[in-house]
T-cell receptor, first 114, second 116 residues
C-alpha cells in the first residue's frame, strides 16, 4: 500500500504567479485534508474533502486559494497571484471512511515566493 | 476553541537517555483524540501514536510510551533509550468529535536533538 504522495516537492515562483499542487491520497481513503506549515510552527488546517465534496474551509483559505477533488481521488490546491506570505510547506493528509481514522501525511510541497 | 501547547521548544539529550515531551491541550468536547507526529528534516509528518479520550489505559509501543492525564489535560510522550535517529521535531495534535472534519490542531512542536 503506497502512502500519500504530493507533487511537486519544491516550487519556486515569482510574486504574482499562479501555482498548483497535487495530492494523491492512499487509495482507499475518502477523507482528504490540506494543511499549511510556516517555519517554526505546527501545521494549520486549510480545507477538508469527503470524497469529492469540499465540506470545510478555514478562514486561512483566502479567495486566492482554491482546492478541488474532482472525482474523489486526487486533489489539487491552486494559489492565484502568489504573495511572499504564501511561502510555506503545504501538506496533504488522507484518512479512511471514519472521522476518527488517523490522518496520514504526504511529504509536502515547499513553496517559495520570491 | 481547541488549543495545543508544547512548552518545550528544544530538548537535547545524550543517546540512550530517556526523554519526555510535554503536551497540554484545551477542548470543550468530551470525546476527542490525541496524536503525536514526528517530522524529521525531510519534512514528512510521520504518525507515531494516538489516544482516544475514552481509553482507559496508558500504553507502551516499543520504545514509545505515553501518559494521558485527563485531570490536567496533558498527553506526554516518552522515548526510552533515545537514538540519533529520533532527532526530529515532534508535534502533539488534537482532533475533536464536535468538528465534522475531525481536523487536527497542532502544537508548535518540540525539536529533539539526540547527541551521540
Amino acid at each position: 500500500d503506497t502512502g500519500v504522495s504530493q507533487d511537486p516537492r519544491h516550487k519556486i515562483t515569482k510574486r504574482g504567479q499562479n501555482v498548483t499542487f497535487r495530492c494523491d491520497p492512499i487509495s482507499e481513503h475518502n477523507r482528504l485534508y490540506w494543511y499549511r506549515q510556516t517555519l517554526g510552527q505546527g501545521p494549520e488546517f486549510l480545507t477538508y474533502f469527503q470524497n469529492e465534496a469540499q465540506l470545510e474551509k478555514s478562514r486561512l483559505l483566502s479567495d486566492r486559494f482554491s482546492a478541488e477533488r474532482p472525482k474523489g481521488s486526487f486533489s489539487t490546491l491552486e494559489i492565484q497571484r502568489t504573495e511572499q506570505g504564501d511561502s510555506a510547506m503545504y501538506l496533504c493528509a488522507s484518512a479512511g471512511t471514519q472521522g476518527t481514522d488517523t490522518q496520514y501525511f504526504g511529504p509536502g510541497t515547499r513553496l517559495t515566493v520570491l | 476553541a481547541q488549543k495545543v501547547t508544547q512548552a518545550q521548544t528544544e530538548i537535547s539529550v545524550v543517546e540512550k537517555e530517556d526523554v519526555t515531551l510535554d503536551c497540554v491541550y484545551e477542548t470543550r468536547d468530551t470525546t476527542y483524540y490525541l496524536f503525536w507526529y514526528k517530522q524529521p528534516p525531510s519534512g514528512e509528518l510521520v504518525f507515531l501514536i494516538r489516544r482516544n479520550s475514552f481509553d482507559e489505559q496508558n500504553e507502551i509501543s516499543g520504545r514509545y510510551s505515553w501518559n494521558f492525564q485527563k485531570s490536567t489535560s496533558s498527553f506526554n510522550f516518552t522515548i526510552t533509550a533515545s537514538q540519533v535517529v529520533d532527532s526530529a521535531v515532534y508535534f502533539c495534535a488534537l482532533s475533536e468529535s464536535g468538528a465534522g472534519s475531525y481536523q487536527l490542531t497542532f502544537g508548535k512542536g518540540t525539536k529533539l536533538s539526540v547527541i551521540p
